[in-house]
């Protein structure tokens, strides 16, 4: 069928960049939080293709340059794979870093 066309919506592309964040080792998403009342992931779908903004959590140890490259490329092959869409952009921001807790040294 020739006539018509087919739209992504915004949920669609936060979707596949939370499974990316989940298939990429060391990252976590960042809540919204009590205060902060942007989401942790945002889309925007447009003709020309998709931008999206991330905040994720990186784990302590882990070397952050790399786990974001790593991210970005899974969840924008993930995105063209599925949708055929072009990622105009694709950004990460860490927002935060995981730091393991230890137990408290007793005085």
Excluded: W
């Excluded at 066309?5 to 960042?30: N, R, Y």
């Amino acid at each position: 069928m020739e006539n018509g066309k087919v739209v992504f919506s915004e949920d669609v592309m936060i979707s596949l960049v939370k499974k990316a964040i989940a298939e990429t080792e060391g990252v976590t998403t960042v809540s919204g939080g009590l205060f902060n009342k942007k989401p942790a992931i945002r889309a925007v779908v447009e003709d020309a293709g998709v931008s999206v903004s991330a905040s994720v959590c990186v784990e302590y140890g882990k070397h952050i340059p790399d786990v974001v490259l790593g991210l970005q490329q899974k969840a924008a092959g993930m995105i063209t794979d599925m949708t055929g869409l072009t990622v105009l952009e694709l950004n990460i921001v860490v927002a935060d870093v995981a730091i393991p807790k230890t137990e408290e040294v007793a005085e």
